[in-house]
């Protein structure tokens, strides 16, 4: 493996969230030629949509995607029909922002009215996201914007998302078909012993219509120890992911999409001068990824 | 489901090992009527193996199981080697205390000399595993001490163990055959979609012979938030695993072995009187498990 094409570097705002508001990022990513930026509804809202999608359209930046739809499981349907309504919201804002696809982090067990888990059904919750997203489709798909199923780790799947497996994300892209794909996180999936067979899969369109379903690479790195569930993501080449063995595997399956970098991680990386993590994200994206 | 037999409640000495020694757990065990201990064996070199191994006689206590070997993948061939003569004296202390089964935390990345681990070769480190499980049978097998690979939760892959589904494990004792088998342990695969299949798939024996696999129980239970990756589990009923519908895919396996707690736990239940520990797993084993 050669070192990848630097032009496909993006960077996933949370990275640099603690240090920046939304348009110092879009600047910072100018200043350091980075061409892809992945937002936060969170910060565009700050910012105001039109604003941010204004910025960067000038910049020249691609959207990787936007961060993030989901959160299907409740045990109220309130609760749920909030959901599927702040859902359409957000695919409306991702067609704003020209992004490439909204990435879903579909939600863990059950939640109430006040947002505490309340259910220990987690087939249950699983049939609460096929059916959530399936439903959200009907709105994205013909609008044109991609829906990206993230799995996440399985340290996750109480409060986060409980689809945590590539296998079990191609198997929702099979029963849902056309309009979803999925967000390939290596922090995620790193340790998942059928990760090739089904990087493979979902590159291959098991649907039988030959579409990849590769909507997104994300790429950190597994730092041991790692200190905290939630906010102890490693800078590419300090921890232990295989990345150059993993991107061979997207590049295998037909992925040409851009490498976001995402890293949480509360006493590094959000606790450096920004234009110093920006700076290293390029350096190690060439070097460690 | 009714609630689980009482006398089916064994206590995993790492569920008290700040507060007592071993002698101590042995003692309180008799003293709440606990019928089931699975020792380490730290604390077996501490108190000394025989005196241990007549203790746990005089107090008719099960051993379900003995903590335990593995830990398999080294760069280097002489800490492989030490690596296995270690995990020979472990069969030899495992028969020696009458354990069920010898429980294997098969190890991650492989490390060095000095412990650090110096590679990312997950696929080598799961060959270094079956390899190294593989000659140990030979050893464990015709001395009658089954061995139990446990998987660990996904989030340790890196340091503790890179078998972390059960349905690695399975296809692990259907390559290496007879005298291996699984301990189950609720909080590391209660998110695993296919876990119900594959307890059936272990309790069926795959490879034929249809001996069941199903070596071992552990619960306890997973918090949400979990604050520490290691040392932050739950009491049974404290979080969100539900425990009563694993059980009865154990059941449902023919599974009649005990169920044993093991709890790591810094901040509460190492805090804690042990006394009221013990007091504290047998109502929650009668009503939350």
């Known amino acids: 493996m050669g070192a990848p094409d630097e032009k496909l570097l993006s960077l996933n705002t949370a990275t640099v969230r603690q240090q920046w508001q939304l348009p110092d990022i879009i600047a910072g990513c100018a200043r350091h030629s980075i061409r892809g930026i992945a937002p936060w509804r969170d910060q565009v809202a700050a910012a105001g949509l039109k604003e941010v999608a204004a910025r960067i359209r000038d910049s020249e930046l691609t959207v990787t995607g936007y961060c993030r739809g989901g959160m299907f499981p409740a045990t109220d349907g309130a609760s749920r029909r909030a959901a599927r309504d702040d859902n359409k919201r957000a695919v409306d804002e991702a067609l704003t922002l020209s992004a490439q696809c909204l990435v879903l ?49 399985p340290m996750y799947a109480a409060d986060r998302a409980c689809v945590n497996t590539m296998e079990h994300a191609n198997d929702l892209c099979d029963e849902l078909g056309a309009g979803v794909g999925i967000a390939v996180d290596a922090y995620h999936v790193w340790w998942d012993p059928h990760l090739k067979r089904e990087i493979e899969r979902a590159a291959g369109g098991a649907s039988g219509k030959g579409t990849s379903r590769l909507l997104a690479y994300h790429i ?11 906010t102890d993501r490693g800078m590419m080449g300090d921890g232990v992911i295989d990345l150059p063995l993993l991107r061979s595997w ?28 920006l700076a290293t994200c390029k350096v190690r994206h060439r070097d460690c990824s």
């Not at 730092?223 to 905290?228: A, C, E, Q, S």
């Open 250 to 277: 997207m590049d295998g399956g037909g992925y040409r999409g851009m490498h976001e970098v995402e890293i949480f991680s509360a006493n590094n990386w959000w606790k450096r001068d920004p234009d110093e993590v």
């Open 220 to 230: 950190c790195d597994w730092l041991v120890p790692t200190t905290d569930l939630l």
């Open 105 to 153: 982090v579909v939600g863990g067990l059950p939640k109430n009215r006040e947002g505490r888990i309340d259910s220990k059904d987690l087939l249950g919750a699983r049939e609460m996201v096929r059916d959530g997203i399936g439903e959200l489709l009907e709105y994205a798909r013909p609008a044109g914007m991609p829906l990206a199923i993230e799995p996440l780790h």
